[in-house]
């Protein structure tokens, strides 16, 4: 077996469900990072009433993260009623048990029921929502994480760093997908970094299939995950450990 056959490692399923009213799109991919610390998101939807035109900024990426589009029609002018579907589709859910855990997006207090309700039957609840988000729903979650602080991550991402040769791939034809490989190695080393600032390279090769199933090392010019890495000295070092006959590698960014 080489580091590169990570697919066999244990995940926990979870379902993320997304209040389109009460959370941001532009967020979108952070808020998959933040789940996928706590396990593989297998059920992907996100309810709105799409003819509206607020829910247009969330058009274009939940068909690239593959999420579902869930319509429900607004009854009464001024009224949500996005919660009452999440809901009824969130017990439907649980009770087929389908997952190991919940991941709910919105800053809206009428789901600390549902948060209360589902860690009642032992099932892991995480929530991701606005500081705003009143108390009692972020205590009803084991988890909760603030988006301000998704933001703040986003913008240090977002800092220009010395490009390393092993960023184009080798056939001359590099796509804005394709050309740098570093956003989304820097996504699933944060996804799979440990405490100690180290995070296993099989690991992180779950979480870049996990944010995309596409991913390729040979994209880049390079036939293992551990080469492509390696080639980027100014960005991670590496170090390996020999266990019970196996070398596992592990991953630590620069600062």
Not at 210 to 223: A, C, E, N, S, V
């Amino acid at each position: 077996m080489t580091d590169e056959q990570f697919t066999s490692l244990p995940r926990h399923k979870l379902a993320m469900l997304i209040d389109g009213d009460n959370a941001q799109a532009g967020l979108l991919s952070q808020m998959l990072v933040e789940a996928a610390r706590y396990g593989q998101v297998t059920v992907r939807r996100i309810y709105g009433d799409w003819t509206t035109s607020n829910m247009n900024s969330w058009k274009e990426t939940l068909n690239f993260h593959a999420f579902q589009p869930i319509q429900q029609f607004r009854y009464t002018i001024g009224k949500n009623a996005t919660d009452s579907a999440m809901i009824i589709d969130a017990m439907d859910i649980m009770h087929s048990a389908v997952v190991d855990g919940f991941c709910l997006i919105s800053s809206d207090s009428d789901y600390t029921r549902l948060a209360t309700r589902i860690r009642e039957t032992g099932i892991f609840v995480m929530g991701i929502g606005e500081k705003k988000t009143p108390k009692p729903f972020v205590n009803a979650c084991d988890v909760f994480v603030y988006t301000e602080n998704l933001v703040a991550e986003k913008k240090k991402t977002r800092a220009p760093r010395k490009q390393t040769s092993s960023a184009k791939p080798k056939n001359g034809t590099e796509t804005k997908s394709d050309a740098d490989p570093l956003p989304i190695l820097e996504q699933a080393y944060e996804m799979a970094v440990r405490e100690d600032g180290w995070a296993r390279l099989d690991v992180m090769g779950t979480s870049l299939y996990q944010l995309d199933p596409g991913f390729d090392p040979r994209t880049y010019g390079q036939k293992q995950l551990s080469r492509l890495v390696r080639n980027m000295k100014d960005i991670f070092e590496m170090r390996s450990q020999e266990i019970d006959g196996s070398v596992l590698f592990y991953v630590r960014m620069k600062e």
